[in-house]
């Protein structure tokens, strides 16, 4: 295992259209975090699961998003009815129950999104 | 109402010499603070850590610092390297947890 993967890497989709990203966190890591960074922003929190319990939601994470980890294994990020605000690099990452410190994440690549 | 600020954007510095990035933030009950290195196309990788109950943490040719009453911490790499270029984001833990705050980031160029 070779570290968080997320795919796809990049999507572009039109306004209005669902996309769905899939996020396979780091094998035992029993904590999945999604975060959202735009252009010139740094990486904005969004959702956390402790195995297949979603824990925590920002209030940036609107009615039109929705994130499942139904095995406490892989992680979906849902998003329906795109708008163009939605343009962005959706970050995955994970954390392992015996990692000393908080905030000590491992990042996946990102799944760019483009909504044209 | 941006509560972890990296006021610089950009910094360049030759290869050897010490880069220093600062980062400010505004609430006081941050208790831990991250740097975080993200290279083109890749996800951000942790760099060092610093608990608000020290001051200073050294790793190799990185050291943090954090002055509590400033509201202030840096990032010294010393000495700096080609390979170092990257965009730095500082980020504070909210409550000794992983939802982490970032700042916008500032891009490191080293040259030879």
């Known amino acids: 295992d070779t570290g968080v993967s997320q795919d796809p890497r990049h999507k572009i989709t039109k306004r209005g259209q669902n996309v769905t990203f899939r996020c396979d966190p780091i094998?035992?890591?029993?904590?999945l975090y999604w975060y959202r960074q735009t252009l010139g922003q740094g990486p904005e929190f969004l959702t956390y699961?402790?195995?297949?319990?979603?824990?925590?939601k920002s209030r940036l994470l609107s009615d039109r998003f929705s994130a499942e980890r139904p095995k406490g294994s892989f992680s979906t990020l849902e998003i329906q009815r795109t708008e163009q605000g939605d343009s962005a690099m959706y970050l995955c990452?994970?954390?392992?129950?015996?990692?000393?410190?908080?905030?000590?994440?491992?990042f996946g690549e990102g799944s760019r999104l483009t909504v044209l | 109402d941006q509560q972890v600020k990296q006021n610089s954007p950009s910094l360049s510095v030759q290869e050897g010499r010490i880069s220093i990035l600062n980062c400010d933030y505004t609430?006081?009950?941050?208790?831990?603070f991250l740097w975080y290195k993200k290279y083109p196309a890749e996800g951000p990788t942790f760099l060092i850590s610093?608990?608000?109950?020290?001051d200073k943490n050294e790793d190799g040719r990185f050291t943090v610092f954090l002055n509590k009453s400033a509201k202030h911490l840096s990032l010294h790499i010393v000495p700096s390297q080609p390979g170092d270029s990257a965009v730095y984001f500082c980020?504070?833990?909210?409550?000794?947890?992983?939802?982490?705050?970032f700042g916008t980031g500032t891009r490191l160029q080293v040259f030879p």
């Open positions: 990452a994970s954390r392992g129950p015996r990692d000393k410190f908080p905030g000590e994440l491992f």
């Open positions: 094998s035992e890591h029993n904590r």
């Open positions: 699961f402790q195995n297949e319990a979603q824990l925590e």
């Open positions: 609430n006081s009950m941050f208790d831990y």
């Open positions: 610093i608990s608000s109950i020290k």
């Open positions: 980020a504070a833990s909210d409550g000794g947890t992983d939802k982490l705050i």
